[in-house]
């Protein structure tokens, strides 16, 4: 028995299911809010302030192309969880081969512990910077408290609270404000950028695309319309339901356009903050979020400072969970293990075994002699490179009947979910071509 599956409820009177929709607009952010704002983690960060102080505003033309990407891809991932009614890794397991599935699994699984490892350190640094105290500590109280609410909170509870988190970006857009920024040199190096194929900028541009356009973002997206279809008694998977597609349909564009909007809004202030200061003052090597903050005080001031430091603190407790949550969701729909936020420990032990787990191999890791904080840089360029395979099984099932019934994705969709996956497959071979 297919554990994953969802038991579809008794059929609700007309017009039930449009009647108790809340239009709203921030009623329809959700998915795709948390999944956007959980892609500026400290390892991101680590990213965009790195690109930001060595190449200046000259990196910005990437944000302004991983945007619609973003969009196009992870709507496909969360339309294929709702229009299925099963996360991304079951719908693998139903309809291709294996091994193809077990190692897009261990891949993931690989990349989101060290991920995990590298936002924790991050963390803990940064308390240490702003609050004084062990940096270890730090990282291993953020580590089991990250674990400890994922098991703990059910998921409508658990949601709020990563939603009230995404407001930690924020800092990112305030620290950029205190500063005064050439804005006509900044939009003119965005719009009309000079590349170059030196070494340092390609892996610095696939670094960027893969920090931006990750994996576990599509495992995550897609399991987290499913959760939320399953909290809804008279929500059923869309192929079954063709009543509630429209409103549903509409309710994905909003979010995920909106999520992907605020991630890539906060990448840009990121990179404005570090080239103007970072940058213009000869700091061009950036390892970790925790020494871009440290570099900025004496530039920026201790506002500045403190802004840049707490929020890496806030992005590393809402990028956690995502990153232990879409490893469990992947092996437990690979497994056919029961899987939800929403039941108890005793109801899916398997489960949050995988995010108890990779949680707490992350947080050991900032104790052992592995330096977390030199796999944040590349841990992006590794995601970059998994990408490519897991956004070419996501576009086949999207435009497969068998998973999406009278909703495989439009022409506008696989075109740009195609020119994505294309995108990313061009960037990946340029880095190999320059390091080789």
């Not at 719908?91 to 936002?119: C, E, G, K, M, Q």
């Amino acid at each position: 028995m297919d554990t994953e599956t969802v038991t579809p409820p008794a059929p609700p009177v007309a017009g039930q299911a449009r009647a108790s929709t809340n239009t709203s607009w921030l009623s329809k952010l959700g998915p795709g809010l948390i999944t956007g704002a959980a892609d500026d983690d400290p390892s991101g960060i680590a990213t965009y302030s790195q690109s930001g102080a060595q190449f200046g505003y000259g990196m910005l033309w990437t944000l302004l192309l991983t945007y619609p990407l973003m969009v196009g891809i992870q709507a496909i991932s969360a339309r294929i969880g709702r229009v299925s009614g099963h996360g991304l890794a079951t719908n693998i397991r139903r309809h291709f081969p294996a091994w193809l599935l077990y190692s897009i699994v261990a891949l993931l699984l690989a990349a989101n512990t060290i991920n995990i490892a590298a936002d924790i350190a991050a963390m803990g640094q940064a308390a240490s910077l702003v609050v004084g105290g062990g940096a270890h500590w730090y990282a291993a109280a953020a580590g089991v408290l990250s674990a400890v609410l994922q098991v703990m909170l059910p998921y409508q509870r658990y949601v709020r609270v990563l939603k009230w988190l995404t407001l930690a970006l924020l800092a990112y857009v305030a620290t950029a404000l205190t500063l005064k920024l050439p804005w006509l040199e900044i939009m003119r190096s965005a719009v009309l950028p000079s590349i170059s194929w030196d070494k340092d900028y390609i892996t610095t541009v696939v670094a960027i695309f893969g920090t931006t356009i990750s994996p576990y973002l599509f495992f995550w997206q897609a399991s987290q319309e499913v959760e939320d279809l399953r909290a809804d008694p008279n929500a059923q998977p869309l192929k079954h339901a063709t009543d509630q597609a429209c409103d549903q349909l509409k309710r994905i564009n909003i979010d995920t356009m909106t999520g992907m909007g605020f991630s890539n809004l906060v990448a840009m202030f990121i990179m404005l903050t570090t080239a103007a200061t970072l940058g213009a003052h000869g700091i061009t090597h950036i390892e970790s979020s925790a020494q871009a903050a440290e570099a900025l005080r004496p530039i920026a001031g201790d506002f500045a400072f403190a802004l840049f430091s707490m929020g890496i603190i806030g992005t590393g407790l809402l990028a956690v969970p995502v990153l232990a949550g879409s490893a469990a969701y992947a092996i437990a729909g690979a497994m056919r293990w029961k899987n939800s936020l929403e039941l108890q420990l005793s109801g899916a032990r398997k489960f949050y075994a995988i995010i108890i787990g990779a949680t707490l191999v992350g947080t050991a890791m900032c104790f052992t002699s592995i330096d977390p904080i030199q796999a944040l840089y590349w841990s992006a360029v590794v995601n970059g490179v998994i990408a490519v395979p897991v956004m070419v099984v996501v576009m086949l099932l999207a435009v497969r009947p068998a998973v999406m019934g009278a909703f495989v994705i439009s022409r506008r969709l696989r075109v740009l979910g195609w020119l994505c996956t294309g995108v990313m497959a061009l960037a990946v071979l340029a880095m190999f071509a320059t390091l080789g």
